[in-house]
Nanobody
Framework: HVQLVESGGGSVQAGGSLRLSCVRS?????????MGWFRQAPGREREGVAM???????TYKNSLKARFTISKDNAKNTLYLQMRNLQPEDTATYYC??????????????????WGQGTQVTVS
């Protein structure tokens, strides 16, 4: 049974930084495993933020690439999202996701099989 647990959210002022973490337990079987982050603001659709594949290939939402960095620590089964220069429009619940098939870009990755419960990020 795969579980994803996010942490690191909180309230920051505009211009601040946060680092989100997502710890994975359980095994995902597949030759091509991807993990990533989505976010959803109140009244808005969920959107892909960034994803990273098992070989280290990263994909970002274009508008966030300059400020957000996705990384992973395989030894700790942990995924990270470093967010810099946060703005009020970054306010959202951030979700971690993982899959072994839907890894061809953020749009496809919305079909990921495994999701965390989310962590709230509020920027004022």
């Amino acid at each position: 049974h795969v579980q994803l647990v996010e942490s690191g959210g909180g309230s920051v002022q505009a211009g601040g930084s946060l680092r989100l973490s997502c710890v994975r337990s359980g095994t995902i079987y597949g030759s091509r495993i991807c993990m990533g982050w989505f976010r959803q603001a109140p009244g808005r659709e969920r959107e892909g933020v960034a994803m990273i594949e098992s070989d280290g290939t990263t994909t970002y939402k274009n508008s966030l690439k300059a400020r957000f960095t996705i990384s992973k620590d395989n030894a700790k089964n942990t995924l990270y999202l470093q967010m810099r220069n946060l703005q009020p429009e970054d306010t959202a619940t951030y979700y971690c996701a993982a899959d072994a098939y839907y890894c061809d870009g953020l749009n496809t990755f919305t079909r990921a099989a495994h999701w965390g419960q989310g962590t709230q990020v509020t920027v004022s």
